[in-house]
């Protein structure tokens, strides 16, 4: 089982990130998951979530993450909520140990039509998760074709650059 980001650079194995200045890198095929996903709630009216997983490298830079899968499970959701559902635990749980990377690094989620941004339930889904520590927050607006990273270190919501490797 991959376990949650932590900011111990003990657990970063080393290795020189793509693009100096950018601590969030994310494989195309994360991008096209996320997108078909929620336009798949898009056509139901529905915000869809799930959470990414990657590896957590280090360089003299610092810390950074690349992202190369998502898992998701069955999700409880409406046109501008969504959690995971109540006994959906299990299935995320074989999603992540599918996944085959190492870490839980963030997660993602759709917003229709109300642009990209950490409403505070995001702020509260996000901190519940990764505490006021490291960990990505993906959020894509499927009418608008829109899509933004933040990290939220302190429970405060800022927009961060990612690189999306082909
Ligand atoms: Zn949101």
Redo the contacts with the bound molecule.
């Keep these: 089982m991959p376990k949650i980001i932590s900011s111990d650079p003990y657990e970063a194995e080393f290795g020189v990130r793509p693009v100096r200045g950018v601590s969030l890198f994310v494989r195309e095929f994360v991008i096209d998951l996320i997108t078909a996903h929620a336009e798949e709630g898009y056509l139901k009216n529905k915000e869809v979530m799930g959470l990414l997983t990657g590896d957590i490298l280090r360089d003299d830079m610092g810390m950074y993450v690349k992202v190369t899968n998502t898992a998701t499970s069955d999700l409880d959701a409406d046109e501008a909520s969504v959690r995971f559902s109540k006994d959906s635990i299990e299935k995320l749980f074989r999603s992540i140990d599918d996944c085959g990377g190492s870490s839980i690094v963030g997660w993602y989620?759709s917003?229709l039509g109300i642009g990209c941004y950490?409403?505070d339930?995001?702020i509260k889904t996000h901190t519940g998760i990764f505490g006021m520590d490291v960990g990505y927050a993906l959020?894509i607006d499927p009418a608008g074709s829109e899509l933004a990273s933040f990290s939220c270190i302190g429970g405060l919501p800022e927009k961060v650059s990612m690189i999306i490797l082909t």
Excluded: A, E, K, T
């Design positions: 989620h917003h950490l409403s339930v995001d959020v």
